[in-house]
Structures are given as C-alpha cells and as structure tokens.
C-alpha cells in the first residue's frame, strides 16, 4: 500500500510522519523498526523525535520533541519558558496551568506532540509591552502569593475565568481556582485579587 | 519514560486491528491524564501508544427520544457543559465531581470509565503488587486507609471514577469494539472484581476499545443524584461516592437503583438496599438499616472501617438531597 494514499492532503499527520523520518536523519533505522503492523491501520510517529510547531504567546515555535516528551517540559527545556512550573509532574497540583486552545489544561499532564498547532498561552504571554495583566498587578497588589510556586497557574485558571465571566461571584472564583494547589494557604489573598482584578479590568474597559 | 511508537488510527475500526497486533505493548490514549502518570512513574511502559483522540465521531454528544449517547472520546467537560446532558442532573453531577476544571478539560468519559486503580501500590513501580502480576496486595497489611470494604481480596483496590457509579445507577450500556465486532454491556456487568480477574478492572479483551455510551431516556418521574465525600473538598478521589436515581411520590421511593463508588474493586451497584428501600417512605432508620444490610458483608482493613460508617451515613444524605432536589 502506498503511504500517500492515507494522507489526504496536507494534513498535519502526514506533516509529522514527514519530519519524523527525514529532518531527524534516521530514517534507516526507524523503518526498520517501523515495519509494526499499526503502519498498516494509521498513521505513526517516533519513538524518535517529531518536528512540531506550537503557537506559544502569539508566536509560532518550531521544536523536535520526542513523542515522549510532556507539553510541561518542552516549553521549559527547549523554548526556557520556565513559568509554567514542575511541581508534582503528575496532574495533581496546577502549578503547570495553562491555556490550550481556550481552555485551562495542565501541561505536565499532556505530550507536547498533542499539542502541535495548538495556540498555547503561558504566563509569559500576559503582560503587553510592559504592562503586566490586571490579574498579575492584583496578585502583586493583594500579596496573594508567598513562595509563589503556585502563582502562574492561579493566575492562568483566574485569567480563563474572567474571560468567560467577567464579573464572577467569591463562590465562583473559588470554583476556578480549585484545581491549583497553594501549599502556602495564601488561598483568601488569591480569592481578593481574582476579585479585585474583574474590577480593574470592567473599569479598564 | 520509555519511547514508544505513536499511533494515529486511520479509522476507529483500525484500533482493535492495532491492539491486536501489538498484543500488551500497546496502550489507549485519549485525554492521557491518567495513562501519562502511569508512563512516567513505569507502571505502563507501552511501546505502541494508541492516540484515540483524532478519530473522527470519537467525541460527539447526541440525544433523542431513546435516551443520550456519549462518544467515549467526549472530554468530560464538554459533557458538563453540553445542553443535551442537562436531562441527567445525576450525570453531570457526578462528570463535575471528576478531577479538576484542568483534568476535566483534558480527560474523556471513556478514559475516566477505563482509568486504572489509585492505590499507592499498584501506581508505584518499587511494589510488584498482585494487580501488575505479583504476589501479595501490600494494602492488606500495609496503609490500606482509601482501600475496599468490601468485594476485595485477593486485590483491594477501589474502582476511582465517580462516573461509573452514576452510569450504573442510570442504567447506561457501554459500547464496546473489538476485532469480531461491536458490542453492548451494561455499565454494571462492565466492571469485574479481583476474584473474578486480579488484573483487570473491566471485562475488555485486548483487542477491545470502548466507543460509547448510552444512557437511556429517564422517565419523567424518575430523578437522579450524585454526592461524593472527599477527604479534601477542592478536588480528590472519593472516600465513598453514592449515586441514586429513584422516583418519589407521595414520599414514597421506587424504581430505586443506587450505586457506590470508593467502596469496592468495581462501582458497587446496592441491590440489597435498593430492595430494602423500594415503595418505602426511606425514613432514616430505613435508610440506615438498608444500608447496614448492603454493607453486613463488608470486611473493612484495620484503616478504613470509618467507610462502612460514610457509606450508611452518605446514602442518607444522598436520598435527603434527592428530596429536596
């Protein structure tokens, strides 16, 4: 069976299996190890690297990754967007939240591979110029943090849910915020600047 | 971690092509959070890993008159947020009890239904534990505080999801693919106990993918609830989980189906309590002799007697609620 018939157009699989064998240089041995049945049902990749490109903060971003790798890791270790922090690595504290496609995920928790194309906005991507975001100056403005390990996920779930409600109530601030661990318990400085910020940004325009 | 091939089915009859080929290296991935953690800490350690989450009708949520149906490749939020499953208040209840906004952005109804056991030693790689092929469950003389009360031995895992008792308690099939076709089960005879299969937690083969599920048109008298007690309230597994869906009139309970989570290897449907509450009022004393009658056979470990105490004192506030609601 010809390898092209499954690709339909320029897809972005067959853009992966393309890179997969020949920016990597190992296309030899791959196929070799390749010749595993799943080739005839769909499509592979790895377990060498992939070529992905990743739309993080506004800016498109090409990195080779493992299929292996997490989201969490490749934006720190290969783009040194350390904001996303690595604190248990295993979906149970949100320090790694960010947004993916409009929606909080946890980046420690996905492969950096399932995110190709994905518009990905980290911590970093939140200030304009050098203003910071509402929501950072509030955190600022409140104390909400001490060690402030767990800051760039509060503020990337509190940045997500003043984006779908502006104008959130304690209880529902308290809702968004309670995938993210604070092992501080700053947690009542945290509910007050997620307030404090939906003020900010209504009277901001 | 390990390296492994990615696989992207061309088709969702391609996968139990797929596992069948690739027999036990290969592992289904969907939302990941859960088959991730097992990856990283090598409790799985795949060489061909399935991603499910492309396929095409994988993720849809559909309703007619014959009830609703779920693609297992539905993230659990969309499940949350969808209009359709506004019908089942129990349903959604029990999806929004999952994880956390994070996990339930990310994980599916299918993978929260598949999820492998939470005990401390079956998910680190220093215990060979029955469950992964040893010899001893460690739970039974070790820290066994989250672990069964009842349906263990020789495993004593609880089944974690809080969806599944819910399904069951619904009365919803699961779909199921294999290499000789689709098939349907109930939710119920899903799950299977350690004695019945140490290793496993569901009746799927190797070959076998769940694709969907469907939970049948409520009657318009019939209502449902789901309350899960949490050791930590923000986000956490259950200790104990009810789910009831029931009809009441005139203070009356019937068509009564009740199903715990965090108390058994598998979703534990209450057959003895919703016999003993069915066309009663459930006063308290009936609700907590119901319940002393489902859990006469409990035989808790020397940290977690206090669930047989919270199952009984859970089904009474899961019916008062259900009043109420």
């Known amino acids: 069976m010809s390898e092209e018939k499954k690709h339909d157009g320029l897809s972005r699989r067959s853009f992966l299996k393309g890179v997969g064998g020949g920016v990597v240089g190992t296309a030899v041995l791959t196929s070799s190890r390749r010749t595993s049945a799943a080739e005839q049902y769909g499509d592979v990749v790895g377990p060498d690297a992939v070529e992905i490109t990743l739309n993080v903060n506004g800016q498109k971003r090409t990195l080779t990754v493992d299929p292996r790798v997490t989201l969490l890791d490749a934006l720190r270790d290969q783009l040194s967007l350390t904001g996303s922090k690595r604190v248990c690595n295993k979906g149970q504290c949100g320090a790694c939240t960010l947004i993916c496609n409009g929606r909080t995920v946890l980046a420690c928790s996905m492969l950096a591979i399932d995110a190709d194309g994905a518009d990905v906005e980290t911590i970093e991507g939140l200030k304009t110029g050098d203003q910071l975001h509402p929501v950072q100056e509030e955190f600022i403005k409140n104390d909400a943090l001490q060690c402030g390990f767990c800051t760039p996920g509060f503020i990337m779930s509190s940045v997500a849910l003043l984006r779908k409600n502006p104008s959130p109530s304690m209880e529902e601030i308290k809702y968004a915020v309670s995938g993210n661990l604070c092992r501080c318990g700053t947690y009542p400085h945290v509910f007050k600047a997620v307030h404090d910020a939906a003020q900010a940004m209504k009277k901001g325009g | 971690m390990k390296p492994f091939q990615y696989v992207y089915p061309k088709d969702i009859k391609a996968v139990p092509k797929i596992l069948a080929e690739a027999g036990q290296t290969a592992l289904l991935y969907a939302g990941g959070t859960d088959a991730l953690a097992r990856m990283k ?52 209840e029990a999806v929004k009890a999952v994880g956390t906004i994070q996990l339930r952005n990310m994980g599916t109804i299918g993978g929260n239904l598949c999820q492998r056991p939470r ?185 977690n007697e206090y669930k047989v105490i919270m199952a009984k004192n859970l089904l009474k506030r899961a019916i008062r609620e259900l009043r109420q609601g």
Not at chain 2, 58 to 67: E, N, V, Y
Not at chain 2, 68 to 87: C, H, K, N
Not at chain 2, 273 to 286: D, F, I, M, P
């Open chain 2, 119 to 303: 005990c401390w030693y079956y998910r680190s790689a220093r215990f060979d534990c029955l469950r992964k092929g040893g010899e001893t469950c460690f739970a039974i003389y070790g820290d066994n505080k989250y672990h069964c009360i009842i349906g263990g031995n020789p495993c004593f895992i609880v089944h974690p999801s809080d969806v599944a008792p819910m399904l069951i308690a619904l009365d919803a099939t699961i779909e199921i693919l294999g290499l000789k076709g689709s098939r349907w089960v109930k939710a119920e005879e899903f799950y299977v106990t350690p004695q019945q299969d140490p290793y496993n937690e569901t009746i799927l083969k190797s070959d076998e993918v769940v694709t969907s599920v469907h939970i049948p048109a409520q009657a318009k008298s019939l209502k449902s609830h789901y309350v899960k007690f949490r050791e930590r309230d923000s986000f956490d597994f259950a200790m104990v989980s009810v789910a009831i869906v029931a009809s009441i009139s005139d203070n009356t309970l019937s068509n009564v189906r009740i199903a715990y989570g965090g108390v058994a290897p598998k979703p534990w449907r209450a057959t003895r309590a919703e016999k003993a509450l069915e066309g009663t009022n459930a006063t308290e004393q009936q609700i907590l002799d119901a319940a002393t009658g489902e859990f006469a056979q409990a035989e808790p470990l020397e940290q």
């Open chain 2, 41 to 92: 800490e090598g409790v799985s350690q795949p060489d061909v890993v399935v991603n499910l989450k492309e396929i095409s009708g994988f993720s849809l949520i559909r309703s007619d008159k014959k009830g609703l149906s779920i693609g297992a490749g539905t993230l659990l939020a969309d499940v949350v947020e969808s209009e359709e499953a506004q019908d089942y208040p129990g349903l959604v």
